[in-house]
């Protein structure tokens, strides 16, 4: 009976939660920015990786609250540990625009967290890892490539011009013109200022 009293609360406070975060969606969507903050903090502090990620877009945005960069960080961070992938993406890219150079652990766990996103499928990882691996300090071209050749498949346009890059330079891949030539289109045809330009050269 204990388990089941248990299992029922447990129910209850995830159905609260859900409850409140669609209310909060809702509200936004409405323009309550007040209200929606408020039924996203509510789930939020139940544990709901949604309404984490939803209160810190609320901070990240100024919706609702004042803007505030490290309250938003501190949400996307509880929502990233339950795995929602976007926040994963939000809090890793937090930690590589505000963290010291010199922070190795900081910088590894953005990664690990922006790898988790991709391997999600979540584009916007894939994009912004593809091109990290390419520019970063110790290069991983291959690696890159084969995150922009994701994003790139999921109808990145931006993600498809670098592809096109990679091809055209060499990078990660053997140095193809003709199929440097194909992503350059394709990335144009989706609207793409850059491949288009790329094209013209």
């Known amino acids: 009976l204990e388990e089941a009293a248990f299992q029922l609360q447990q129910i209850f406070r995830i159905d609260i939660s859900i409850a409140l975060n ?10 309550h920015y ?18 984490q990620f939803n209160v810190g877009l609320c901070y990240e945005h100024g919706r609702g609250t004042e803007k505030d960069l490290e309250k938003a960080a501190f949400y996307y961070c509880h929502a990233a540990s339950s795995r929602h992938p976007m926040a994963q993406y939000r ?20 990664v690990t967290f922006l790898e988790q996103a991709a391997g999600a499928g979540l584009t916007e990882a894939q994009a ?12 991983k071209e291959e690696r890159g ?6 994003a790139a498949k999921s109808g990145d346009a931006q993600s ?13 891949v053997q140095q193809n013109l ?18 288009r ?3 013209r050269l």
């Open 145 to 150: 490539l084969k995150y922009l050749l994701l």
């Open 160 to 172: 498809r011009y670098h592809v096109g890059v990679c091809y055209e330079k060499g990078l990660g």
């Open 91 to 110: 809090y890793a890219r937090y930690l590589l625009c505000h963290t010291p150079g010199n922070n190795w652990h900081r910088h590894q766990e953005a």
């Open 178 to 195: 003709a199929e440097a030539m194909r992503h350059y289109r394709e990335s144009a045809a989706a609207g793409n200022r850059s491949a």
């Open 197 to 199: 330009e790329r094209l």
């Open 34 to 51: 007040g209200i929606a903050y408020s039924c996203f903090k509510l789930a939020a502090d139940r544990g709901y990786s949604k309404a």
């Open 128 to 139: 912004y890892l593809g091109v990290f691996y390419l520019r970063g300090l110790q290069p």
């Open 22 to 31: 669609i209310l909060g969606i809702e509200s936004m969507r409405a323009g």
